[in-house]
């Protein structure tokens, strides 16, 4: 009995020391500079009135890297933004199919441009399904022309 009570206690000390993951962190990046974005996370854009947030994967067909492909496939993010702070966010969907007139690389919001660079992991194999928070958006943020 003795010996159950030390181990549950002290599962549940180390449970509670964890944190939360480093992707679920708000963090800040620059006007025309590139930054990471996990699935989950968000940044404040320093100098400009506007907050993004990486929501969700809405496809990724992307050809695994482990299996060749005829179609190099596609990936469809959705990055919420905030461009004024108290204002309805608007969600902007990303699309990598390079497709005529599929590829959506860019979207306009609050007067900026947000450009989607690369989009990480790809998948290994057909059936791998990396989790929201195992991707990684490269953006960059411009005023808009």
């Known amino acids: 009995m003795k010996t159950w009570l030390v181990t549950v206690t002290l599962v549940l000390a180390l449970l509670g020391c964890q ?3 480093a992707q679920a962190d ?3 990046a620059g006007l025309d500079q590139e930054f990471v974005l996990h699935g989950g996370q968000q940044v404040a854009i320093r100098d400009a009135d506007l907050r993004l947030r990486f929501t969700d994967v809405l496809e990724d067909s992307r050809c695994p890297t482990e299996v060749e492909c005829f179609w190099t496939g596609q990936a469809r993010i959705a ?9 309805t966010p608007t969600t902007m969907e990303f699309n990598t199919n390079p497709a005529p007139g599929q590829e959506k690389l860019t979207n306009d919001v609050g007067g900026y441009t947000v450009e989607l660079r ?4 790809y998948p290994k194999t057909p059936d791998d399904s ?3 928070t195992d991707y990684s958006a490269t ?3 411009r005023k808009s022309a």
């Open 19 to 21: 944190s939360r993951p």
């Open 26 to 28: 708000p963090i800040e």
């Open 79 to 87: 990055v919420q933004a905030e461009p004024v702070q108290g204002t």
């Open 118 to 121: 690369s989009l990480d992991p």
């Open 130 to 132: 990396p989790a929201l």
């Open 139 to 141: 953006l960059l943020v």
